[in-house]
């Protein structure tokens, strides 16, 4: 089961079918407890939709006052990136790959996220800038995982590598976030062979291509989100973008014009064009 957030409201996908429900709080989503069921008790009385009909809705980024944090360092591709691009040798990065506590910060509020094709910013003071194409937990206020979306964790490699306390400076700025397109309810716990997939498209030519299985990543969602939840409370849920093991090379920065396509199957493709802030 798949839920969207669209210009037509909610929008449940399953088994093949869509159904719109207008009238519903998006937030409510963050405070039920098994939600998939709670959205099968909707259907009834939302609006069957067939799939052309679907394909012409305009689908919104998956939040309204859902704080969007996230992990570093939870890759090995990750760790050896931040230490090439440290000025000082990037011994904090080894340091925070093998310790206890994994690396979490905010990322964004909902207004600097960007939702599925939508323009996402780089900085104009910065000179190296890549997308980091992550799996992202959709949270509940409770702490408990309810779903799954693709994120893109915009990144300003040269200012983070200038000095690591500029980490805030380098991730969080006006849309600096990509999240969408919508929310997979897994039934099952994720499968380690499910890959997340990114394209870079520069002058309608793949310039860049990569992939990943998630069970490359050292540290699961449930002991970030543990975490997480130690001295923070989410009153309307969260979104927790859990590291990217795709780092591009070095010589690599985006720019204005490119295209950033991230897909994990079975959530879908998030696709962002690349632009600077006016």
Known sequence: ???????????????????????????????VDDLSNHLRGLLPAGTLMTGQEFS?????????????????VTYFRSRTARMEESVDGGNVYDRVYEAERPELFFKATPNRAVGPNEEIFIREDSTW??????????????GKILGYTIGNDMSSRSIEGENPLY??????????AGIGPGI????????????????????????????????????????????????????NGCFLMTGTGIVPPNEFTLEVGDQVRITIEPIGTLTNTVAKRI
Do not use: H
Request: glycine share 4%; charged share 30%; hydrophobic share 40%.
């Open 167 to 176: 980490l805030p400076q380098a991730k969080t700025y006006e849309r600096c």
């Open 184 to 235: 997979w309810l897994a039934e099952e716990p994720l499968a380690d062979e499910i890959k997340i997939d990114l394209q870079i498209i520069r002058n309608e030519q793949i310039i860049f291509q990569s992939d990943i299985d998630i069970g490359q990543m050292k540290r699961k969602p449930d002991e970030l989100v543990g975490y997480l939840f130690r001295e923070c409370d989410f009153p």
């Open 1 to 31: 089961m798949k839920v969207y957030r669209t210009s037509n409201g909610l929008v449940v996908e399953e088994d093949g079918t869509y159904t719109s429900v207008p009238s519903y709080d998006w937030d409510t989503l963050f405070e």
């Open 129 to 142: 800038d890549v997308p980091e194409p992550e799996l992202t937990l959709a949270v509940n206020k409770q």
């Open 56 to 72: 012409v809705v305009r689908i919104l980024k998956p939040i309204v006052n859902q704080e969007i944090w996230a992990a570093g």
